[in-house]
């Protein structure tokens, strides 16, 4: 089982970027999936969740409103649609997926290997 995770970059403030992460080696069709990310320092905090039917979704409160995350179950692959970047959202991405999992890293039982984002000012 593995989670691919690309679309990290450098990008100004202000700025946007589109993660995905790829599933492979298994249906995650019944997976709520997740985005992590964890900035030098700092514990790895939750972003963003997904349901396995793309209907539910959770956000970290300092990501509403600029993040969505969504999901293509076709493809088993999830995106993070990321706008209006600030420098503090500067971080090494994670994708992760769990069976009714939300916002919790134990709820999560795969991880893929990170993506960076820097976001200058």
């Known amino acids: 089982v593995q989670l691919q995770a690309s679309g990290g970059g450098l990008v100004q403030a202000g700025g946007s970027l589109r993660l995905s992460c790829e599933a492979s080696?298994?249906?995650?069709?019944?997976?709520?999936m997740g985005w992590f990310r964890q900035a030098p320092g700092k514990e790895r905090e939750f972003v963003a969740a997904?349901?396995?039917?793309?209907?539910?979704?959770y956000y970290a409160d300092s990501v509403k409103g600029r993040f969505t995350i969504s999901r293509d179950k076709a493809k088993n692959t999830v995106y993070l649609q990321m706008n209006s970047l600030k420098p503090e959202d500067t971080a090494v991405y994670y994708c992760?997926?769990?069976?009714?999992?939300?916002?919790?890293?134990?709820?999560?039982?795969?991880w893929g290997q990170g993506t960076q984002v820097t976001v200058s000012s």
């Open positions: 080696g298994r249906t995650f069709s019944s997976f709520v």
């Open positions: 997904v349901s396995w039917s793309g209907v539910i979704t």
């Open positions: 992760a997926a769990g069976v009714g999992a939300r916002k919790e890293r134990y709820e999560y039982e795969y």
